[in-house]
């Protein structure tokens, strides 16, 4: 079974407008954390924003905020305000456990953006 | 800031040739990773390694191996080059004391095997 799923392959937002990008996640620890990356036309993978599994607040980092809905296993990222900046790959990561080992992520699929002017 | 270099951006290698790949990272990190990206599947985990001389089997390690003679570097070896290894290889690497810091990735490498 897929322990990161992604099922939007591709999304439009208007410029300035808000975005969800849907990621859903299966593990059976409860210990895990959750990471988003966005991927430019350009190849690099840049951090966005981690949820801890015992986070009690729904992480926050300027325009991105996560809608953590742990019951459901979710973990949609939301982005404010689009820019066209903003249109990249997005990829949802899954940390099982709470090791301080390799901790290595399960990435899904991905979904790709596009702002539109 | 953190950097993870990757020895090159373009590479064009033919079938049958051993293929070597490097990465090198400034931040002291412990740990670091191989992954491979195509359309539609992610990343997938080649290997990993979370100490000098040290190393681990990702997802998909077949016709790879891996070396970490040195903490900061991270080498990617495809033994005889197939085309099906053409793709997007992405290194990265984390410390391994914090387990909610993120993976910092460098830039990729494109490869393509004729």
């Known amino acids: 079974a897929q322990k990161i799923t992604q099922t939007q392959p591709g999304m439009f937002v208007q410029e300035k407008e808000a975005v969800t990008l849907d990621c859903t996640y299966d593990?059976?620890?409860?210990?895990?954390?959750l990471f988003w990356y966005k991927q430019p036309s350009s190849g690099e993978m840049i951090f966005l924003i981690y949820q801890g599994s015992y986070d009690q607040q729904n992480a926050t980092e300027g325009r991105y905020s996560l809608n953590f809905q742990k019951a459901r296993k979710s973990a949609n990222l939301v982005i404010s305000a689009s820019q066209l900046g903003d249109s990249a790959m997005y990829f949802c990561?899954?940390?099982?456990?709470?090791?301080?080992?390799?901790?290595?992520?399960?990435f899904g699929t991905g979904t790709r953006l596009t702002v539109i002017p | 800031d953190v950097k993870v270099t990757q020895s090159s951006r373009y590479l064009v290698k033919r079938t049958g040739e051993k293929v070597f790949l490097e990465c090198v990272q400034d931040?002291?990190?412990?740990?670091m990773f191989w992954y491979r990206q195509d359309p539609g599947l992610g990343l997938r985990l080649i290997y990993f390694?979370?100490?000098?001389?040290?190393?681990e089997k990702g997802d998909i390690p077949e016709g790879y191996s891996v070396s970490r003679e040195k903490k900061e570097r991270f080498s990617l070896i495809l033994e005889s080059a197939s085309t099906n290894q053409t793709s997007m290889y992405l290194c990265?690497?984390?410390?391994?004391?914090?387990?909610?810091?993120?993976?910092?990735f460098g830039d990729g490498t494109r490869l393509s095997i004729l």
């Open positions: 990265a690497s984390s410390f391994r004391m914090l387990s909610n810091q993120p993976q910092h």
């Open positions: 990561a899954m940390r099982e456990g709470d090791q301080t080992g390799a901790n290595n992520l399960f």
């Open positions: 390694s979370y100490d000098v001389k040290m190393k």
């Open positions: 931040m002291d990190h412990e740990n």
């Open positions: 593990t059976s620890d409860p210990s895990y954390g």
